[in-house]
């Protein structure tokens, strides 16, 4: 601490808070300046640290959302409040019950009353899902030929069925001068209702107007297995390199690329003209290194431009269409 002639002129504070300030010198100006900092505003500035390009750290982070209320990324980053920013060099990846997603913008603010992201702002991770399973929509009456009517039936797959129902004819007409014997009173349908499940076959009874059933089964469509992502490929080694090398291609756009390279060490080559903001995953399959080389255009990474390992993913990204490239991910000299 200062002392004036014997005299404590600053005393030591021990607990440092927020708002408390600390004396230094700008830099703005010929002649320095004695200036007072708040902790506050020197704790953000540490904290939000320096650029990739400058040797800084990628920020990556994860928005996790479980629940009914939300199903897509989109609906999920809309409704954040309070808002959230993402940073440039910020990987956002923002799953929603078990499903991730990566957000392709940067320097953004998003959530409540911020302007709204749509689900074409993200890439899809590979999953696995199954088709969806028949089951019915409607039963309609469709026709009527003479005492028949005609009852269709449409599934949830766009496939239909019919069937029939025959109605009571019309009593003969009494003598004239004599009451006339009543006619059996026609039969038509009161209600038709599903009244069991079992497994996949659901029942439905038919209701008729004299009080009598019938009934009838639909067997819907089991849970699919084993579906194939659109979102993926696989590049193989020999087969899909030229001389150790992989030119990505616009097909490749939103695309996520196993790279099965066995012990081969191979180049991934970012060539100029892609479509704009082109983007891809990467997953290292193999135990030979991945290398990634610009072609008449940019490539940024404040670690390296080669993948760390099998098992590891990275992810390039092109700003606009600009021909610049920043690799994410998990990368090494």
Do not use: W
């Amino acid at each position: 601490m200062t002392k004036i002639k014997s005299k404590q002129a600053y005393p030591a504070k021990v607990n440092i808070i927020e708002s408390d300030y600390v004396v230094g010198t700008d830099s703005e100006v010929g002649t320095l300046q004695t200036k007072s900092f708040c902790f506050g505003d020197i704790r953000s500035f540490v904290l939000a640290g320096a650029t990739p390009e400058i040797g800084g750290v990628l920020k990556i982070s994860e928005i996790i959302y479980e629940g009914d209320d939300y199903d897509t990324p989109s609906e999920v980053l809309n409704s954040l409040e309070p808002n959230y920013s993402v940073l440039q060099y910020h990987f956002l990846v923002v799953s929603v019950n078990g499903y991730k997603y990566i957000f392709k913008l940067q320097d953004r603010i998003v959530g409540f009353e911020q302007p709204p992201v749509s689900d074409s702002d993200f890439i899809v991770f590979p999953t696995s899902i199954g088709p969806t399973g028949n089951g019915v929509i409607s039963i309609v009456k469709t026709g009527t030929v003479g005492l028949v009517d005609t009852y269709t039936i449409t599934y949830t797959n766009a496939s239909i069925s019919t069937f029939t129902v025959t109605n009571g004819a019309q009593g003969i007409q009494g003598i004239q001068g004599v009451q006339g014997i009543q006619g059996v009173a026609g039969k038509g349908i009161s209600s038709v209702v599903k009244t069991a499940t079992v497994g996949l076959v659901d029942t439905y009874t038919i209701t008729f107007t004299d009080s009598s059933t019938t009934t009838f089964n639909v067997t819907n469509g089991a849970n699919g297995t084993n579906a194939v992502n659109d979102n993926q490929k696989v590049i193989t080694y020999p087969g899909d390199f030229t001389s150790g090398n992989y030119t990505f291609l616009n097909a490749d756009n939103d695309f996520v690329l196993y790279i099965e390279n066995g012990a081969n060490n191979v180049t991934l080559t970012i060539p100029s003209g892609l479509v704009a903001k082109f983007q891809a995953g990467i997953v290292h399959r193999g135990t030979g290194d991945i290398s990634y080389v610009a072609s008449s255009t940019t490539l940024y990474n404040p670690i390296g431009y080669k993948s760390l390992g099998r098992g590891y993913n990275t992810y390039i990204m092109q700003k606009g269409s600009t021909n610049d490239y920043n690799l994410f991910g998990d990368t090494k000299i």
